[in-house]
């Protein structure tokens, strides 16, 4: 079997891809995206490597809960997200760690922008990637976002995936 | 201006939609409301240690909450008896002293002033009085673990006000042997609505499929077999403002109703812990416990919510159209990691910003609060549901809570307006 090679930009490219995917709400290829066992997490805000016991997190999905997710906001009834939103992503400062690894490390910074109803709300943060190879494609086994804010105000709520 | 017309022979009660964008009314809530109630403040175990301390804002003032050195909690004022300025500038930690970075007076965890530069200038006796230690709020008083404060020095006692309430309270905190702990990453979020709108949806259940009908989607997709989503139970008006909806639980609950997506080990568990809730207090109260939801609402802007997982809330208005929330996970001391990984995953597929449930909620308010750009044409809120059964027998998807609510605060605002009129 031979393992297709990856190159730095084949990485930046999935990314980008991931964001356009979220933005053109293909949500369900966006769940696609994901390993079998791949897991979507949202850590407290100035807390992210907290104990997912001893403290609350705003999302910690595992793959059917991300899946879930994903289905759920394409229904007219997810009322907070219908009619949807209109969203802007942008990914900058990627760095992408040894491309020989099994699993390859991933971080870069967020800016997302989300209108509706004439208010526009805007998300800051760090998004932290584990990714492997599988079926000759980058898939997403891990997904950790970081959030650089103060509180959720006055975004209020996270109904976007991040 | 009449706030509610609650017409009993009609079997009809309104609510005036300008107490939800009313910039005098809000002035009259926080003189009358937010300056006379008991406010939570936070969870006992937040500060567990001496020294621990929390930043909190409640009913609009910044206070330090703090475990001082003496083993006792207090909620200080966080302003600089010299200048004004906040003196303690992190979220949260543990301190001996309390320093203002501005002229650097500094305080000793409990407020009392212990050095400033210069101190040749000011007179000997000038703290005697103790006027420039930092200022602790007089009255801060605990129920089982949960925190209130209250601005007016002459409020009723906690237990006094919390009255019929305790005895939910009750069972919420019953449900561990060893008292509940408040978990961290307390979730700060706002909505762009009117906060007595909270206050109405928390206890709720009248919305819940309407609204909630993806989240009940998935937990039928879970489990086949879940109970007929019936939520049958009563509302009860709990006196001063509180009110309480308990009702069947059709989802699985960490103490102790067992469902299929916990596994058999899980269930055993489940099983030995409602036979120790038994042996504690008897079968009906055990049934209770386990297999019961309460939502809760301790007037003004408390809720304690013990559904899928035990949530408190509590939010504050900065204007007529916006809240801040802060909102608390819950959950007994001493659980074991499995057990509270169920109960958190529990707690985020519904609760929070970034549950299957909250987000909509939050959205339902707000469409709320922007429709009444109409209240001058369009004046009245609904709030009759279950009116016609009589109170007594008020179902838990009736709306008796959110009446009661709004009796006790027409209350208090009337009487806040006639008082300007006697004045004039």
């Known amino acids: 079997m031979t393992v297709k090679t990856v190159e730095r930009q084949d990485v930046v490219d999935f990314l980008y891809t ?145 | 201006m009449e706030i509610i017309q609650d017409n009993f022979e009609k079997s009809e009660f309104l609510v005036n939609r300008r107490v939800f964008s009313d910039k005098e009314i809000l002035a009259r809530e926080r003189a009358e409301i937010f300056s006379k109630c008991w406010l939570f403040i936070g969870h006992e175990t937040e500060i567990p240690e001496i020294g621990d301390y929390k930043r909190k804002k409640v009913g609009g003032r910044n206070l330090l909450f703090v475990r001082s050195h003496d083993g006792e909690v207090r909620a200080l004022f966080n302003t600089c008896p010299h200048r004004g300025a906040l003196v303690c500038r992190e979220d949260s930690g543990n301190s001996r002293v309390f320093r203002c970075f501005y002229h650097a007076w500094s305080f000793k965890n409990d407020g009392e002033l212990v050095g400033m530069p210069g101190k040749d200038g000011f007179p000997e006796d000038f703290n005697d009085e103790g006027t420039k230690n930092m200022k602790a709020v007089n009255r801060l008083e605990s129920y089982r673990g949960f925190m209130f404060v209250n601005f007016d020095d002459n ?22 042997e060893h008292g509940m702990e408040a978990l961290g990453g307390v979730q700060q979020y706002s909505v762009r609505a009117n906060w007595k709108l909270l206050a109405e949806n928390s206890v709720d259940l009248y919305h819940g499929m309407p609204t909630h009908k993806t989240y009940f989607d998935i937990k039928q997709a879970q489990d ?9 139970g009563r509302g009860i ?46 079968e009906e109260r055990a049934n209770r416990i386990a297999n019961f939801n309460r939502n809760i609402v301790i007037f003004p802007n408390l809720v304690i919510n013990d559904i899928m997982a035990v949530t408190a809330r509590t939010f504050y208005p900065t204007s007529p159209g916006y809240m801040e929330v802060q909102g608390y996970a819950l959950a007994p001391k001493g659980e074991s990691e499995k057990h509270r990984l169920a109960r958190n995953n ?15 909620d939050n959205e339902a308010l707000e469409l709320c609060q922007e429709a009444y750009n109409n209240n001058a044409e369009v004046q009245w809120n609904d709030i009759s549901k279950g009116m016609v059964r009589g109170e007594e027998n008020a179902l838990a998807t009736d709306e008796l809570q959110m009446r009661s609510f709004w009796r006790h605060y027409n209350t208090i605002i009337q009487q806040s307006l006639e008082k300007e009129v006697a004045h004039q």
């Open chain 1, 18 to 162: 991931e964001a356009k995917i979220l933005d053109e709400w293909r949500l369900k290829e966006w769940a696609a995206l994901f390993t079998d066992d791949g897991t979507y997490i949202v850590p407290p805000i100035g807390n992210p490597e907290a104990e997912p016991t001893t403290s609350l997190y705003y999302i910690h999905d595992n793959r059917t809960r991300l899946q879930d997710r994903a289905e759920r906001l394409l229904k007219k009834e997810a009322h907070v997200e219908y009619p949807h939103s209109t969203t802007t992503r942008n990914y900058h400062n990627i760095l992408v760690g040894d491309l020989d690894a099994d699993v390859i490390t991933v971080e870069c910074n967020f800016t997302t922008h989300r209108t509706k109803r004439e208010v526009v709300d805007t998300f800051i943060g760090k998004l932290k990637y584990e990714l492997v190879i599988e079926n000759d494609r980058l898939a997403i086994k891990h997904k950790k976002v970081v959030l650089n804010l103060d509180s959720l105000r006055p975004q209020g709520k996270i109904s976007l995936i991040l």
């Open chain 2, 224 to 232: 086949p077999n879940l109970k007929r989503v019936r939520l049958e």
């Open chain 2, 346 to 360: 529990n707690f985020l597929e519904f609760l929070g910003p970034g549950g299957f449930a909250t987000p909509d």
């Open chain 2, 155 to 176: 409020a009723i006692s906690l237990e006094e006000y919390l009255g019929n309430a305790k005895e939910y309270i009750d069972l919420v905190v019953d449900q561990s």
């Open chain 2, 237 to 282: 008006s709990l006196g001063n403002g509180h009110s309480v909806i308990e009702y069947e639980a059709p989802w699985g609950r960490p103490v102790a109703q067992w469902t299929p997506i916990w596994d058999d080990d899980f269930k055993k568990v489940m099983e030995k812990m409602k036979q120790r809730l038994t042996e504690r207090f008897g």
